[in-house]
């Protein structure tokens, strides 16, 4: 029965002034501003004026050394892969405007395919228009109700949200934990489906998985293993496969997801495997479905860069040589890391809190270098960090200067 | 294992995270009255899986909200 034909347009009293949807961002809205009220130059609010290079940029008036990108291979101003994309541009427009599976699939598109599927050696190989769609999209179509997916809990939100967009069981394990992934697999019934989900490098702390061992438990369970390669492509392994290639478990694994946002210097994502019905997925799930293609400008780049960075060993080397020498000069400086040794191209600096982070974080930028502010929710163990990300282009002169900018910050802010 | 026997072991498991020393009563709750954060939710959780032998997923979790919802859950999980 409706009431509503006794009640009065308005209430004479409005409850709770004020107070709408936007109510439950208080919280943060408030711990943004007292951060800002310091005077502290805004982490979250940066603009590049002018980009000069894989490795340098006009940020905030100031040229600044980059070390927060995920440009790890410098492939972004690589003069045959803007060639290659400025000739999409001309020959087949600016975009789309159609879905993969209705007018949204050119020659560009199946090339990017091809590309990865020489790359990876692998049979089949699908492009979603960003990253975090791919990890959305399969892993919310194959598990779905009644199948249990068994994942790190340090695992990316793209990860995170395909779960919560399946209506699979979700089982989380302590980072890195072999034995307590293997517990819950054996507790899981013999007859469900299972979905293992692991990442090769965690972009937080910048370590690796023990994918030798972890894919080894998951296959004796009967478990399908995908495993999420964006830090690592390009860079890791032999043929820059990632650390699926690194520890010697690639045939063993399902699906690689991946993107084109890092290594390969544009955006995309994609998930490339060798199961035989794989092709089906073009048709089940949502999120290639009901949206729109990559720009062919954006495929013809993102083909072009990943053939080249299947000879890309003398970049990957210097790349290593980078990593080591700046996890090596931070540690000597006294700062506290992420890992013990360096594991990829991340270097975490832990700060001891957000306070002196964003301090940290602006010494920094003030002294031309940016870096990664990443804070709680974001991180593990509630840590603030200052993430390093290294790339193939940054010089040894280079290194040596962030160095001496990371020296001198850490001074003035106190924290060696 | 009855009821009784689950809230006991469950109680034991609880008392380490339980920093502020919060009576635990069959209304208390995790977020609010002990102050669980995500990180504690997943170590107690996997206290009580390991202790129990079984698995409570986060869909599982998503459905309890405080100390008898979960002895319930676990003495109906531990018996099947």
Same mark, same amino acid.
């Given at each position: 029965?409706?009431?509503?034909?006794?009640?009065?347009?308005?209430?004479?009293?409005?409850?709770?002034?004020?107070?709408?949807?936007?109510?439950?961002?208080?919280?943060?809205?408030?711990?943004?501003?007292?951060?800002?009220?310091?005077?502290?130059?805004?982490?979250?609010?940066?603009?590049?004026?002018?980009?000069?290079?894989?490795?340098?940029?006009?940020?905030?008036?100031?040229?600044?050394?980059?070390?927060?990108?995920?440009?790890?291979?410098?492939?972004?101003?690589?003069?045959?892969?803007?060639?290659?994309?400025?000739?999409?541009?001309?020959?087949?427009?600016?975009?789309?405007?159609?879905?993969?599976?209705?007018?949204?699939?050119?020659?560009?598109?199946?090339?990017?395919?091809?590309?990865?599927?020489?790359?990876?050696?692998?049979?089949?190989?699908?492009?979603?228009?960003?990253?975090?769609?791919?990890?959305?999209?399969?892993?919310?179509?194959?598990?779905?109700?009644?199948?249990?997916?068994?994942?790190?809990?340090?695992?990316?939100?793209?990860?995170?949200?395909?779960?919560?967009?399946?209506?699979?069981?979700?089982?989380?394990?302590?980072?890195?934990?072999?034995?307590?992934?293997?517990?819950?697999?054996?507790?899981?019934?013999?007859?469900?489906?299972?979905?293992?989900?692991?990442?090769?490098?965690?972009?937080?702390?910048?370590?690796?998985?023990?994918?030798?061992?972890?894919?080894?438990?998951?296959?004796?369970?009967?478990?399908?293993?995908?495993?999420?390669?964006?830090?690592?492509?390009?860079?890791?392994?032999?043929?820059?496969?990632?650390?699926?290639?690194?520890?010697?478990?690639?045939?063993?694994?399902?699906?690689?997801?991946?993107?084109?946002?890092?290594?390969?210097?544009?955006?995309?994502?994609?998930?490339?495997?060798?199961?035989?019905?794989?092709?089906?997925?073009?048709?089940?799930?949502?999120?290639?479905?009901?949206?729109?293609?990559?720009?062919?400008?954006?495929?013809?780049?993102?083909?072009?860069?990943?053939?080249?960075?299947?000879?890309?060993?003398?970049?990957?080397?210097?790349?290593?040589?980078?990593?080591?020498?700046?996890?090596?000069?931070?540690?000597?400086?006294?700062?506290?890391?992420?890992?013990?040794?360096?594991?990829?191209?991340?270097?975490?600096?832990?700060?001891?809190?957000?306070?002196?982070?964003?301090?940290?974080?602006?010494?920094?930028?003030?002294?031309?270098?940016?870096?990664?502010?990443?804070?709680?929710?974001?991180?593990?163990?509630?840590?603030?960090?200052?993430?390093?990300?290294?790339?193939?282009?940054?010089?040894?002169?280079?290194?040596?200067?962030?160095?001496?900018?990371?020296?001198?910050?850490?001074?003035?802010?106190?924290?060696? | 294992?009855?009821?009784?026997?689950?809230?006991?072991?469950?109680?034991?498991?609880?008392?380490?995270?339980?920093?502020?020393?919060?009576?635990?009563?069959?209304?208390?709750?995790?977020?609010?009255?002990? %102050? *669980? =954060?995500?990180?504690?939710? !997943?170590?107690?959780? +996997? &206290? /009580? @899986?390991? %202790? *129990? =032998?079984?698995?409570?997923? !986060?869909?599982?979790? +998503? &459905? /309890? @909200?405080?100390?008898?919802?979960?002895?319930?859950?676990?003495?109906?999980?531990?018996?099947?």
């Amino acid at each position: 029965m409706s009431e509503g034909i006794i009640q009065p347009d308005q209430p004479e009293t409005i409850e709770g002034e004020g107070k709408d949807l936007f109510s439950k961002f208080d919280d943060i809205i408030a711990l943004r501003e007292g951060l800002l009220a310091s005077g502290q130059e805004d982490p979250f609010n940066l603009v590049m004026e002018k980009v000069l290079s894989p490795t340098r940029a006009i940020c905030n008036g100031r040229e600044t050394i980059l070390l927060g990108t995920y440009n790890y291979m410098g492939m972004t101003f690589d003069p045959d892969v803007i060639e290659a994309g400025q000739q999409a541009l001309t020959d087949f427009g600016s975009g789309t405007t159609g879905s993969r599976v209705l007018n949204g699939t050119y020659q560009g598109h199946k090339e990017c395919e091809e590309a990865l599927k020489d790359f990876y050696a692998m049979d089949h190989a699908m492009v979603f228009s960003t990253g975090y769609q791919a990890n959305l999209g399969i892993i919310s179509t194959i598990a779905g109700k009644g199948d249990y997916i068994v994942l790190d809990i340090d695992s990316h939100a793209s990860i995170w949200d395909g779960c919560a967009m399946g209506n699979a069981e979700v089982v989380p394990f302590k980072h890195n934990d072999i034995e307590a992934m293997e517990k819950r697999l054996k507790r899981i019934p013999e007859e469900a489906g299972k979905l293992v989900v692991l990442e090769g490098v965690y972009s937080m702390l910048g370590d690796i998985a023990p994918l030798k061992e972890m894919v080894a438990v998951a296959k004796k369970y009967g478990a399908m293993v995908l495993v999420d390669e964006a830090h690592s492509m390009g860079f890791i392994g032999e043929n820059g496969r990632g650390v699926v290639e690194q520890a010697g478990v690639i045939d063993d694994v399902d699906f690689i997801i991946g993107t084109f946002s890092k290594s390969v210097g544009t955006v995309g994502g994609f998930c490339v495997s060798n199961h035989p019905k794989f092709e089906i997925m073009r048709l089940v799930c949502r999120p290639y479905v009901f949206t729109a293609s990559l720009p062919p400008s954006v495929v013809a780049t993102a083909a072009t860069s990943i053939r080249k960075l299947m000879h890309g060993s003398n970049k990957r080397a210097h790349l290593w040589e980078n990593s080591k020498r700046l996890h090596g000069g931070l540690k000597d400086l006294g700062f506290q890391l992420g890992t013990e040794e360096p594991q990829s191209a991340i270097i975490a600096v832990i700060m001891p809190d957000l306070e002196k982070g964003a301090a940290m974080w602006e010494a920094l930028i003030k002294g031309g270098l940016y870096v990664n502010l990443a804070r709680p929710p974001a991180t593990p163990a509630n840590m603030t960090l200052l993430r390093c990300s290294l790339c193939a282009e940054h010089s040894e002169e280079e290194v040596g200067q962030i160095l001496e900018i990371f020296e001198q910050a850490g001074k003035d802010v106190g924290i060696i | 294992m009855d009821r009784a026997e689950v809230d006991a072991r469950i109680r034991e498991l609880a008392a380490p995270f339980n920093k502020k020393g919060v009576t635990i009563t069959e209304d208390t709750t995790f977020a609010n009255d002990l %102050e *669980f =954060d995500s990180l504690t939710v !997943m170590d107690f959780v +996997a &206290e /009580i @899986e390991d %202790e *129990f =032998d079984i698995i409570i997923s !986060m869909n599982q979790q +998503a &459905e /309890i @909200e405080n100390y008898g919802q979960l002895v319930d859950a676990v003495t109906k999980l531990q018996a099947d």
